[in-house]
């Protein structure tokens, strides 16, 4: 299974008592976590999160050894500035000046990270456990995992972290009082890299490890058929500073002058037979004027390029076909550029990430089931299909669902809009509230 970031072959050795290794504010997490006496705001009465305080080989530790996470070049400056990655360059022109230092060559595995540093500055972080609603792991499993995917290292390098963080969670008292009913994690891969079922397959069996069974996963994709594991935005290279910048952003990709029908960006797999992105390529360059093709192999659409942003701000559509897995990060970045995605497996964006995205599918973007497409359905014609009110009340809703989809810069959230973490926060408050009324638990 061919994955996007290849991480790490070097072996890390563990301190053989990982819990004189503790995370204590460390300047690459957090300056401006709360002290003891922080007092969390009265509505915050059945929304109080309490955020364990690992030891620091679970963290920050990996972030310590960044240059370690990949045997090919330093992971470092793309996992620097909080997870944002370095400051996007070559915008200008492209988008608003004032907005150009609201983007970063942001990484699609960095969401750990930016989940951590936002969560020690949550509204409603509590320093007391005992008044907790929800406890929040910080455990890097993605990158824990992600250096021992590729060459070969055994099943035991891929699960040691995991194994380790488990035995950790159940010498602790809160944890042993429900189960880990009232705890969620954030694993910054898809949950494909954590489901090994034989030791001889790719990634590990974490999320199959006893006492894994009852956290809620957030994930950059999951198993709809597991509901434990939770969806969420990839992250994308726009970290709105504030209110304005969201809006700005929005007005700006709302009056965009848009010059082709739809554009594709993506590499083909010239090793897969009848491969459906090569067949999209054909389709694009087929009709000239009205698609833009952006061939992606090799590393012309690795971050630091504005050359797939300014594809899909040119185009009123965006082809998204599944990438290494079912989803890929292209899906947000074209909807953030105000393009409208056209889908071909209903896994990719209708079964994944129902918090973020408006309920009705067609409200917000085109399906084509690729079966039609391999028996010679006209993508152009079928976009062609849609009036231009039709096409603009669509990306009408793509457009007010953009702050859903982003994750922004200040550590406290924006003033007054919710981004995709408000959500995915709020969500897994909700849902552990529900599961404590329900009684909804394994026997």
Known sequence: MARTLHLSHRRSHFPSHPHHHLLQNPPNISSTSPSSSFSPPHNCSFRRIFVYN??????????????ELDPWHSRCRALSNDGFGSKATGLSGVIPEDLVPAWYWTDQFAMEIIYHNRILNYKCRTMEPDSATAFYIPFYAGLAVG?????????????RYCEMILKWLQEQPHWNSSGGWDHFITMGRITWDFRRTKDEDWGSKCIYLPGMRNITRLLIERNPWDYFDVAVPYPTGFHPRSDSDVLEWQDFVRNRNRKTLFCFAGAPRDT??????SLLLRQCMNVSGLCRAVDCAGTRCSNGTSLVLEAFLDSEFCLQPRGDSFTRRSIFDCMVAGS???FFWHRTAYLQYQWFLPSDPKSYSVFIHRNEVKNGTSIKSVLESYSKEEVKKIREKVIEYIPKLVYSKPKEGLESIKDAFD???????????????FGHKWK
């Open 272 to 277: 897969i037979k009848n491969d459906f992105r």
């Open 54 to 67: 690992l030891p620091a080989v679970f963290n920050q530790e990996l972030l310590d050894n960044c240059v």
């Open 340 to 342: 409208i995605p056209v």
């Open 423 to 437: 959500v995915a926060i709020e969500g897994a408050l909700k849902r552990i509230k529900e599961q404590k009324q």
């Open 147 to 159: 250096k021992y995917l590729w060459f070969k290292y055994r099943w035991k390098d891929r699960d």
